[in-house]
C-alpha cells in the first residue's frame, strides 16, 4: 500500500513538472471563418510571429505557447488590416468581438490587460477631447483661419501635457505593473535624460530588468551626452553632392542649429517656413543651419529642399530612423534640433516657431 501511495505522489509530482506555465487563447470572432490569426510582437524593429490559429465558424484557440512576462501582443486577422493589441500572459485569455471592429474587441483572463484597461478608460475623456479638439483644427486648416488653428495647438498641447501627466502617475503607482515599460517607452520622447531616468530608477527591480527598460537606460545615457550644456558630439555625413560634411566644420557660426527633419514628415514640412524665417533675418549676425535629413530617397530630400527653399547645408546617410546622427543625437521623433554656440555646446533643444526665433534674437540682439 506504501508503495502505491508512493508511486502515486512520484506520478503526482512528475505531472505536475510536465505543466509548464502556458497561454491559452480562446477567440470567438464573429464574421470570421476559415482566417489564420496571427500572434505578433514588435522586437528589434521587426513584426515576429509568436503563435496562430485558423478560425472555425468564428471560433479559434491557441495553447501551445508561452511567454517569459507579459508583453504588448497584436492579434491579427490574416492579411488584413483588421487587429487589436492586448497584454498576453501565462493564463487563460478570451478575445471576443466581431471581424468588422476588431480593435474593439473584449478581452478577459490577463490581469496586466484588466491594468491597462484601467488606464485607458481613466484617460478616456482626454482622448475624447484630443480627438475633438484635432477634427476642429483640421477644419480650421482648411479655412486657412490662422488665428483659431493657433488657439487649437495650444489647447492641444494642453490636453496631451493632462494626458501625460495621468500616465506618469500610473507610473509612480505601479511601479511593478507590466504595462509600466510601455507607457514609459511613450512619453520618454517628451522627457530630459534627469526625469527620464528618475521614472526608471523608482521601478521595481522586476521591470527594471525586462528589455524595454534596458533599451531605455541605454537612451538615457545617449540623452546625457547631448544635453544642454555638453559638447554637440561630432559626426560626419554626405551632402546632396555626396561630398562628406563634419559636424564640426560647421561650427564657429554665433548660432548653429542642427535640424533634424525629413520631407516625409508633415510636421517637419510646417516648421520649415519658420527655420527658412529665422535664417533669413539673422545668417548674416552669425546665425546658421546644418539640416541632417532622415530621409530614404535621395529625390525626395533633394526636391524637399527645393521646395521649402532651405538654403543651407543639408548631409543624410538616407538611412530613415537607422540614422547614425539620430541614433547619436537621441532623436526618436522628429523635427529636432540643437542649437550650439559658437565652441559648439548644447544650449538649447526641439526650439520651434517663436521659441526659436526668440532664443535666436535673445542672442545675437537683433531687433525684429
Not at 514628415?265 to 510646417?270: F, L
Request: hydrophobic share 40%; with cysteine; charged share 25%.
Amino acid at each position: 500500500m506504501k508503495k502505491l501511495v508512493y508511486l502515486l505522489v512520484i506520478a503526482s509530482i512528475a505531472g505536475a513538472c510536465s505543466s509548464k506555465p502556458h497561454y491559452v487563447i480562446k477567440g470567438k470572432i464573429v464574421g470570421s471563418d476559415s482566417i489564420t490569426f496571427l500572434i505578433q510582437k514588435r522586437e528589434a524593429g521587426k513584426m515576429i510571429t509568436l503563435d496562430s490559429a485558423v478560425s472555425r465558424k468564428g471560433s479559434f484557440t491557441m495553447k501551445k505557447g508561452a511567454v517569459d512576462y507579459p508583453q504588448l501582443v497584436i492579434l491579427v486577422a490574416g492579411n488584413t488590416k483588421k487587429r487589436t493589441s492586448f497584454y498576453i500572459e501565462n493564463s487563460e485569455i478570451t478575445i471576443k468581438g466581431s471581424l468588422d471592429s476588431l480593435f474593439k474587441a473584449k478581452i478577459t483572463g490577463s490581469k496586466t490587460q484588466d491594468e491597462y484597461q484601467e488606464l485607458v478608460d481613466a484617460n478616456k475623456p482626454l482622448t475624447d477631447k484630443y480627438s475633438k479638439t484635432y477634427v476642429e483644427y483640421q477644419a480650421a486648416r482648411q479655412e486657412g483661419n490662422t488665428a483659431r488653428v493657433a488657439e487649437l495647438e495650444k489647447k492641444a498641447d494642453s490636453i496631451q501635457t493632462e494626458m501625460t501627466a495621468l500616465q506618469k502617475s500610473f507610473i509612480k503607482t505601479n511601479p511593478s505593473s507590466y504595462v509600466t515599460p510601455s507607457i514609459i517607452t511613450s512619453i520618454s520622447y517628451e522627457m530630459e535624460a534627469v526625469e527620464l531616468e528618475s521614472l526608471i530608477n523608482s521601478l521595481d527591480t522586476t521591470i527594471a530588468a525586462l528589455p524595454q527598460i534596458k533599451a531605455l537606460k541605454e537612451r538615457v545615457e545617449v540623452m546625457k551626452s547631448v544635453a544642454i550644456g555638453q559638447k554637440a558630439p561630432d559626426f560626419t555625413m554626405s551632402d546632396v553632392n555626396e561630398k562628406p560634411v563634419a559636424l564640426s566644420s560647421k561650427i564657429g557660426s554665433k548660432l548653429l542649429l542642427i535640424d533634424f527633419w525629413a520631407a516625409w514628415c508633415g510636421p517637419c514640412r510646417q516648421e520649415n517656413p519658420n527655420v527658412v524665417k529665422v535664417y533669413k533675418e539673422f545668417s548674416k549676425k552669425g546665425f546658421d543651419v546644418f539640416g541632417v535629413s532622415l530621409d530614404q530617397k535621395k529625390e525626395d530630400w533633394v526636391k524637399a529642399i527645393a521646395d521649402d527653399k532651405l538654403t543651407w547645408t543639408h548631409v543624410s546617410d538616407l538611412q530613415y530612423w537607422s540614422s547614425a546622427a539620430a541614433k547619436m543625437y537621441a532623436v526618436n521623433a522628429i523635427p529636432a534640433n540643437f542649437l550650439l554656440d559658437e565652441k559648439g555646446i548644447i544650449i538649447g533643444k526641439n526650439l520651434r516657431g517663436d521659441d526659436l526665433y526668440n532664443k535666436v534674437k535673445e542672442i545675437l540682439g537683433t531687433k525684429k
